[in-house]
């Protein structure tokens, strides 16, 4: 079956960097577009960027954020940078076959905390 699975999430001080990992088993991934997605303590979860051949950036991590991957690995990154305690939240990875529509599946998330 499918998995992602997340890693790299902590605690920074603001202006900090952490770069978030997603390992995918059990589907052919270079088939995949893959996105990153955040949903902060109270709120929606909400889009952050996604890459299949080019990327997409939510406006609010655009120039901060860099989503990257790495086919022969199985495995996309999320490079973030001077983070801000706005970015606090949990960071989920997911896959989409299709080119629109909602993604297939979800890693289990891992907690990014920002300190001001």
């Known amino acids: 079956q499918v998995q992602l699975v997340e890693s790299g999430g902590g605690l920074v001080h603001a202006g900090g960097s952490l770069r978030l990992s997603c390992a995918a088993s059990g589907m052919t991934f270079s088939s995949y577009a893959m996105g990153w997605f955040r949903q902060a303590p109270g709120k929606e979860r909400e889009f952050v960027a996604r890459i299949r051949s080019i990327s997409v950036y939510a406006d609010s991590v655009k120039g901060q954020f860099t989503i990257s991957r790495e086919n022969a690995k199985n495995m996309v990154f999320l490079q973030m940078n001077s983070l801000k305690p706005e970015d606090t939240a949990v960071y989920y990875c997911?896959?989409?076959?299709?080119?629109?529509?909602?993604?297939?599946?979800w890693g289990q998330g891992t907690q990014v905390t920002v300190s001001s």
């Open positions: 997911a896959a989409r076959k299709s080119s629109i529509g909602p993604y297939d599946y």
